[in-house]
């Protein structure tokens, strides 16, 4: 009885589901009917998948009748009372946001790694990750499956985008602000007087000045200090590599990059591992892309891979001074492997059950 | 036989240079005369400093007669052939290149953490560390001192300024191109193309786009893929902390900020140290403030403490995974306590030596 799914995007108008929108449209089309839905704010809104024009329907119970799979893109409150409804009307729901990742009954996935973990959802609902996590999964998965990951000491270089469209919007309205002053960034506080001044007292999603600025902060304060970015970045990382006791520590910091989180990982593993070993895992891992010929000036920046799909790799090194241990920097696109090219994989997953 | 000894800048005009007649200017008056040294170009410029006019000498052997200390600030090739003849003629010379850095018969001299350190000087040179390094030394030498430190995991954010007056330049070069563009950054290479456009070929210092991006490169290629920043940041914590097996792995990434350095660090010690612990020692260190209190969103940017003189300490947590380990984020100002600053205050120990 194969035939092809319908498919809902819930949150179909944000950052996230923009991206969703085009990846839907230029992969494989798996899928009967796609549904576009949203808040009641953008409800009648006509936007495109497929080259179709569709109409947004509002958040509602009956948006779901029929509908096969349906991928949620929504703050975690939202998700929180939406995504059980959609599943108890019968759809699979592939969920982006932070509120059912770790529960048990609820499968966290990256195909790249884990897939079989897909088909075992007893609450009819699969998590996909956070995008920091997800901007090194698939390579740290790669290089796991053979040399036994045990350790990483990460640092963040999140992109604006990972904030949603608010984000983008306050980094470009903030580089339009200062542009020109060839004295700013040179006096404390200076930075935030001159948007004080051209912005007034808009709201930003983040807690400081982001051009010519970095920011050691994204989440919201956990025990100890920690921002709960830092923790998702331990408990999803132990959680889709099935590594119970994975020693993590994160520090994430926000940087004025549009789109591509990039993070800078020192990774010990279970036996020794070269640069060449490295390397040709990577290269054979089929989503990653192996950047690294520092000697040509070859490796991967955030400007150079947005808006495409792999993870790219580069700076491999053979720390001297820890066993077993590799120093490297991986870039990717926050909105498309990170979000929404990761839960299209899912649903396409999903979607060989319907119609293999 | 008190007196007030006569001090030479050489590199008077650069990006430190000018720091460092500033903060020459602002601190307490130790010096007889000053003299202004730079390459010929620079020659019969008029440059201020304590509030009096000095006419530039071009860089030439008499310069240094009756020079007591000199303070070099040009490149390392600049220095490898001029700062034997300075110091051949008598002045105590403090090197802020790399050239002597690693010569044991050089001190590599923090005042914070090593002052006795600069009174040994058999070559009558005594060397400024790199600004990397520099941006953790206080606060690192401080916990150091109580806990005992093994190891150091480091992901650095560097300024664009670490890169001279041109770094900076190129850097609002950059945003001026492509500010009120709200599309840019969306699409891989898009950034290269607008900067082609509106720019040209004109040089950068960085080898690749560095608004709206980051770049994994700071530095030389050194052995095994390492960059020549990465490896200063080991071999110089290692000879300014006197561990010689300190354990370290770095990463350096240039960010678009102009002026301060920020670093995540990932410190081992030999005994438990608790954020507590972390606390107490960083308020009583005096040239270091702490600034953590994420709930009420303190921790040290850029942005805010650019132009100051302490190194900034904050986001200190307690490893969950790694005993005895400390994750933590450190803002120092590359051009004051990561070059001018430090080179100052290694000038004013000596001068005690002459006045004391």
């Not at 349906?70 to 946001?97: L, M, N, Q, T, Y």
Request: hydrophobic residues 45%; proline residues 6%; contains cysteine.
């Amino acid at each position: 009885m194969s035939r092809k799914p319908t498919l809902a995007l819930i949150g179909a108008t944000g950052a996230v589901g923009t991206v969703m929108r085009d990846i839907i449209s230029s992969r494989e089309d798996v899928y009967g009917e796609i549904r576009l839905v949203a808040s009641a704010r953008s409800a009648g809104k006509v936007l495109q998948v497929r080259g179709e024009n569709v109409v947004v329907q509002a958040l509602a119970p009956e948006v779901f009748d029929g509908v096969d799979i349906a991928i949620f893109d929504v703050p975690d409150e939202v998700s929180a009372e939406w995504v059980p409804i959609a599943a108890g009307r019968g759809a699979v729901v592939i969920d982006k946001s932070g509120t059912f990742r770790m529960d048990p009954e609820v499968p966290l996935v990256v195909p790249e790694v884990n897939p079989e973990a897909a088909r075992n959802r007893p609450r009819n609902i699969i998590s996909t990750p956070n995008c920091t996590t997800l901007s090194m999964m698939a390579a740290m998965g790669a290089l796991h499956e053979q040399y036994g990951l045990r350790e990483l000491v990460v640092a963040s270089y999140q992109a604006v985008s990972g904030a949603g469209v608010a984000g983008s919007a306050r980094l470009y309205d903030e580089v339009e602000a200062l542009a020109g002053d060839r004295t700013v960034g040179q006096t404390a506080g200076d930075v935030r007087k001159a948007l004080q001044n051209k912005l007034g007292d808009g709201e930003s999603p983040f807690p400081a000045p982001v051009a010519f600025n970095v920011v050691p902060w994204a989440g919201s304060l956990k025990e100890g200090g920690w921002a709960s970015e830092e923790l998702k970045l331990r408990n999803e990382s132990r959680k889709i590599l099935g590594i119970d006791d994975l020693k993590v520590s994160a520090t994430c910091v926000r940087v004025p990059v549009i789109t591509t989180h990039s993070l800078a990982v020192h990774a010990t593993f279970e036996r020794e591992i070269t640069v060449a070993d490295a390397h040709r895992i990577l290269e054979a891992a089929p989503t990653v892309v192996v950047m690294d010929d520092p000697a040509n000036g070859v490796y991967p920046t955030p400007a150079d891979v947005v808006g495409t799909d792999p993870t790219y790799v580069g700076r491999i090194r053979q720390a001297l001074d820890f066993p077993n241990t590799l120093d490297l920097f991986v870039c990717g696109d926050n909105l498309r492997k990170g979000a929404a090219l990761n839960a299209a994989e899912i649903a396409e997953l999903v979607a060989a059950e319907f119609t293999g």
